[in-house]
């Protein structure tokens, strides 16, 4: 399942109608930044009741 930035944006508008969009696309711009700067410093993302990220390190494999 993929998710677009603008249905994600026009679905939070339409659950949330006291926002504005330009405020709701700020919050998400920010989320999403947060939550990327968590993942480049090593931590643990976790979104209860939806998902969780942990970045991983795999080690080089010899081919040829």
Do not use: H
């Amino acid at each position: 399942m993929s998710a677009v930035k603008s249905d994600l944006i026009k679905e939070l508008s339409t659950n949330y109608p006291n926002f504005l969009k330009k405020d709701l696309l700020k919050l998400f711009d920010i989320a999403i930044y947060e939550i990327q700067d968590a993942l480049k410093r090593g931590e643990r993302v976790e979104l209860r009741e939806v998902f969780s990220l942990e970045p991983r390190v795999q080690k080089a494999r010899i081919s040829r």
